[in-house]
């Protein structure tokens, strides 16, 4: 061949994780330039079927037959290791192998001397330590893998990019900020565990507002199954236990709360929802409930009915009735009982939370009803 072939062409017998290198680095090409609509018929044209998704790396022992063969590969083990540093002799195994079993592997080709590369791995690190086997990032030193990274045919570092079930699917260059690295993941991965803890928490407070407690019960038990720590999760579960009259366990709930999360929203509200509790007589049922609206209608100057309606409302999780009631109570008489409409609602404010809408409302009115 003539010199100004590369020396890797020159090569009898190059190994089988170069040739899949030069497969996925032709991919790449494509990949990185083309939108993600077209990839799948330039993936066939360029490559065919995924690497070899049958058969296993060099140095992998084929997985044992779980009955009827239907030639599909495992899962990849959960404790599969997040961060690998990655060459030319492990490439099949570490690359290849979990991309081919529903691990996303993120080719990251650095340097030491790169400064955009001290931001961008240690991102790419973090998510791949809480993806829970789902992201793996796989570190290539261009300093010391030469070879591969030129494979790879890197021109500047940082570059990164994705291998999914063999083939390379997306790429970027450069150091992204973490937002954008999100919206990159997000179209080859489905939502990561805080995604998801995150979406669960916000279902759970809109079924705690919407009076489903039990159901807001179970959503937050399934966050601190995975997280047991999460202050959010913890003050949601105690003010369940609150709503559903189970004091004792809203305490033992508030005290597995870490010390540095005591002043978190949610956790505060929960405390304040506890002391409210534990300060506020029993409200009257359903029944007796409808009873003193027929009373206050009948006698709308009845303070004391007002008050009983109140906290019959807020007991039943009517916050914004609650605190209605209270707000009429402190217009129309508010030194009534030395002013217990207005110390009430201070406590409901602090139970329900600066970002309940209730709230807000109320303290804007209360404001006005001060300083008029």
Not at 102 to 122: I, R
Request: charge should be negative; hydrophobic fraction near 45%.
């Amino acid at each position: 061949m003539g010199k100004g072939k590369p020396s890797l062409l020159r090569r009898p017998a190059p190994s089988r994780a170069i040739r899949c290198m030069e497969r996925l680095t032709s991919y790449a090409k494509f990949a990185m330039l083309t939108p993600m609509s077209d990839l799948p018929k330039i993936s066939d044209k360029i490559s065919g079927a995924p690497l070899d998704p049958g058969a296993p790396p060099d140095g992998v022992q084929p997985a044992a037959a779980d009955g009827a063969s239907s030639g599909a590969l495992p899962d990849a083990p959960p404790n599969i290791e997040p961060v690998v540093d990655v060459g030319i002799h492990n490439f099949a195994a570490e690359v290849l192998e979990p991309s081919q079993r529903g691990v996303l592997v993120l080719l990251d080709a650095w340097a030491q001397w790169c400064a955009p590369c001290k931001q961008l791995t240690p991102a790419l690190e973090e998510i791949a330590r809480t993806s829970q086997g789902r992201v793996r990032l796989a570190k290539v030193d261009i300093d010391k893998e030469v070879e591969l990274a030129q494979q790879m045919q890197v021109r500047s570092v940082p570059t990164v990019l994705a291998v999914k079930e063999g083939r390379v699917v997306d790429g970027f260059v450069g150091a992204l900020p973490k937002d954008e690295i999100a919206k990159f993941l997000e179209k080859h991965v489905d939502a990561l565990p805080a995604e998801k803890r995150a979406q669960t928490l916000a279902d759970a407070k809109a079924r705690f507002a919407a009076g489903s407690v039990e159901e807001a019960q179970e959503l937050f038990l399934e966050v601190l199954r995975e997280a047991p720590r999460d202050a959010a999760a913890l003050g949601g579960l105690a003010q369940c236990y609150v709503r559903q009259n189970d004091l004792a366990q809203a305490r033992e709930v508030l005290e597995m709360v870490e010390a540095a999360y005591k002043n978190h929203s949610d956790v505060a509200a929960a405390a304040a929802q506890l002391e409210l509790a534990q300060s506020t007589p029993a409200a009257p049922d359903a029944a007796n409930t409808a009873a003193l609206e027929e009373q206050l209608r009948a006698e709308p100057n009845a303070h004391e009915t007002r008050f009983q309606l109140a906290l019959a409302h807020h007991q039943a999780g009517a916050r914004a009735q609650a605190i209605e009631h209270l707000l009429q109570l402190a217009q129309a008489a508010p030194k009534w009982n030395d002013g217990a409409a207005r110390a009430q609602l201070l406590k409901l404010f602090a139970a329900y939370g600066p970002d309940d809408e209730a709230v807000k409302a109320g303290r804007r009115r209360l404001s006005t009803l001060l300083f008029r």
